[in-house]
């Protein structure tokens, strides 16, 4: 039972490369989400998907853009990464309503 | 901005005392509430969840609801070791769907 998977765990990139962050879940969970977690600045929501074929706004989206390409997955792309995008990224999903969301292990991502 | 705060801590606590732990939110109209626990390095696990009709304990972990103060706390009982970690307070600040505001945490250290 795999949960949330994130893929790549770890990524080196130069500024102004682009990449993109996957996130699948087995759960048949409705809503998925990325956020990142800075030191000191907790869990900051960037982009969610409420259901499939829906993607919205969260609390930091400058610099990334989000697809959800089925209910299973939802990818983060950076087009032109930046130093001040280096964080950890996480990726979950919940069924919906009030049930708690579940989480990824993570992608650590650092840009030089 | 709707905000969820934490004191970052640490909360240094013996070995089977009881750890309480606390967070404040700012949207009076929220309604339900999740602990979850970080281990260095780690992704976020949840402990516990709370809706605004109750507390609830679970096992060793009670978390409670003070609707007029707007705090939500969580207690352990008979704290470990391996309790030790950073404990995440969130709060769904949107009604139908879930869209969670995060605290920065609380780190908390078990002593033996």
């Known amino acids: 039972n795999a949960g949330v998977t994130q893929t790549p765990k770890f990524q080196v990139l130069k500024t102004g490369q682009s990449m993109t962050l996957q996130c699948a879940q087995d759960m048949n969970h409705n809503s998925m989400y990325w956020y990142r977690q800075d030191p000191g600045m907790g869990l900051r929501l960037i982009y969610y998907?409420?259901?499939?074929?829906?993607?919205d706004k969260g609390e930091v989206p400058n610099g990334y853009n989000v697809s959800r390409l089925n209910k299973r997955e939802f990818s983060l792309r950076l087009e032109s990464a930046a130093p001040s995008q280096t964080s950890v990224y996480f990726c979950?999903?919940?069924?919906?309503?009030?049930?708690?969301?579940?989480f990824g292990d993570g992608t650590r991502l650092s840009i030089l | 901005q709707k905000e969820v705060e934490q004191n970052s801590g640490p909360l240094s606590v013996p070995e089977g005392a009881i750890a309480s732990l606390n967070c404040t939110y700012s949207?009076?109209?929220?309604?339900?509430f999740f602990w979850y626990r970080q281990y260095s390095g780690k992704s976020p696990e949840l402990i516990m969840f709370i809706y605004s009709n109750g507390d609830k304990e679970d096992g060793r972990f009670t978390a409670q609801l003070n609707k007029a103060s707007q705090y939500v706390s969580l207690l352990i009982r008979d704290s470990q070791p391996s309790d030790s970690a950073t404990y995440l307070c969130?709060?769904?600040?949107?009604?139908?769907?879930?869209?969670?505001?995060f605290g920065t945490g609380t780190r908390l250290l078990v002593s033996p």
């Open positions: 969130a709060v769904n600040i949107e009604g139908g769907f879930q869209k969670l505001v």
């Open positions: 979950a999903s919940t069924i919906g309503g009030d049930q708690p969301q579940h």
């Open positions: 949207d009076r109209g929220s309604q339900s």
């Open positions: 998907s409420a259901s499939e074929g829906t993607t």
